[in-house]
């Protein structure tokens, strides 16, 4: 087959050259197939003790998420104080949610600015409790 330009094929040469490869390319076809090889063991696992400590340590983004959740419990808490105060009558349960949340550590965060938005809603909540007569040990 032989082809004469653009979309033209003559196919009236039927003689084919061997192709032959190029230099340095060599295919060893006199050795046989290889013996399969043993298979390799299992390795332990190792302690599952650890594996699952792994999974509880918290990561960056939870302590984040963590955070942002606490700071948010907070400011909608103080807002329904606010609104007893309007009202003229403060809910206990509000008031003591806020107190125990007020109370509870918090965890750190890796993010300096979050953490310092998260200081100031702690200290806004201190002051609110103060106001009311509750001072959070």
Do not use: C, W, Y
């Not at 993010?111 to 106001?131: H, N, Y």
């Amino acid at each position: 087959m032989k082809v004469t330009g653009p979309g033209k094929i003559d196919s009236s040469s039927g003689k084919s050259k061997p192709v032959q490869a190029a230099a340095g390319f060599r295919v060893d076809m006199g050795a046989g197939p290889t013996a399969p090889r043993a298979a390799m063991p299992a390795h332990g696992v190792g302690s599952v003790d650890a594996l699952l400590a792994l999974q509880t340590v918290p990561s960056a983004t939870d302590r984040r998420k963590r955070g942002i959740k606490r700071g948010n419990q907070l400011l909608d808490l103080m807002g329904d104080v606010r609104v007893g105060l309007l009202e003229g009558e403060v809910t206990p349960v509000s008031v003591d949610k806020l107190k125990r949340i007020v109370q509870a550590s918090r965890e750190e965060v890796d993010d300096p600015g979050l953490s310092a938005v998260l200081d100031e809603i702690d200290l806004r909540a201190q002051v609110e409790l103060a106001k009311l007569g509750i001072f959070p040990a």
